[in-house]
């Protein structure tokens, strides 16, 4: 009886919190859908959980692409850019090295293991001078590759994909097909990969958020507008408001703010369902 109040109790305090969480992690996404569908007057003055007097929100969107000639519509495709050939670009490379570490043993290899956590021990803006320093020397700031080279380098998806791959990709599978006469390389693609697609999908994931919502390193790296991803074009309206004669477009920030998480969401959705385990389990027989 005793065990029974004891575990139904756990059961309430754990419900309790994962309430409190799920609040606290909704109510800024409802504070925001609810505020795209508010006019400029109506955002500053009515409450900010409820809807305003006048439903705003297909006329938000209308402005929010049509504003300063429609750059907003650049931004979405600088993004999409750099997320296509950066997150995609980095979780390849990231995919390659962690294979070849776990499957290949040669000279330094505990050496790039430690350089490896190193560089995610290290926090990025402490890279960030260095990096825009050398960028320039090289002449590449202020161009699409001042924001794609440093996201090519994912430190931690290097180290997911190597430790996935020790366990992932057993080596009796590629001993065969080495028997066979596959190459490496046709062993990776056509043997390894599909079995590496969770932890593939897990690492495209962090790097297609990590490029989308990327902010600093666009910051001190763009000059021209016309290259600005979403985070830094919406900073830059936002930034209008402490600019003297500057336009408040404090709806279309936000309206812009809604549009900019929406492809994440759908992506995720799209790809959770690759999210599974152990698809290499029973491929080889003990």
Do not use: C, H
């Not at 029974?4 to 059961?11: E, G, I, L, N, V």
């Not at 209308?62 to 495709?77: A, E, H, M, N, P």
């Not at 260095?130 to 996201?151: E, H, N, Q, R």
């Amino acid at each position: 009886m005793g065990v029974t109040k004891k575990k139904t109790r756990r059961s309430t305090v754990l419900t309790l919190v994962t309430g409190l969480m799920l609040i606290y992690t909704v109510l800024p996404l409802v504070w925001l859908v609810l505020s795209a569908t508010k006019s400029q007057e109506d955002l500053l003055g009515t409450f900010g959980l409820w809807f305003g007097d006048d439903f705003a929100l297909f006329q938000n969107i209308s402005d929010t692409f049509t504003y300063q000639d429609g750059i907003f519509g650049r931004w979405v495709l600088n993004t999409v850019f750099y997320v296509v050939v950066g997150a995609g670009g980095a979780t390849l490379l990231a995919a390659l090295a962690g294979y070849g570490l776990a499957k290949f043993d040669f000279r330094g290899r505990r050496a790039v293991f430690a350089i490896v956590l190193g560089g995610i021990a290290v926090p990025p803006t402490a890279l960030a001078v260095p990096t825009f320093l050398m960028f320039a020397k090289m002449g590449l700031t202020d161009t699409p590759w001042a924001v794609i080279v440093p996201s090519l380098v994912s430190p931690f998806g290097l180290y997911l994909m190597w430790t996935y791959s020790t366990e992932a990709v057993p080596n009796e599978i590629l001993e065969s097909a080495r028997v066979d006469g596959a190459g490496e390389f046709r062993s990776f693609f056509k043997l390894a990969l599909p079995l590496l697609a969770p932890g593939l999908v897990t690492v495209l994931l962090f790097n297609l958020v990590w490029t989308w919502n990327s902010f600093f390193m666009p910051l001190i790296m763009l000059k021209n507008a016309d290259l600005y991803p979403l985070t830094l074009g919406l900073y830059s309206w936002n930034r209008q408001a402490n600019t003297v004669g500057g336009d408040v477009v404090f709806d279309l920030v936000i309206t812009g703010s809604l549009l900019t998480i929406i492809p994440l969401t759908v992506v995720f959705l799209l790809l959770q369902r690759y999210w599974q385990s152990g698809l290499a389990a029973g491929s080889v027989k003990q």
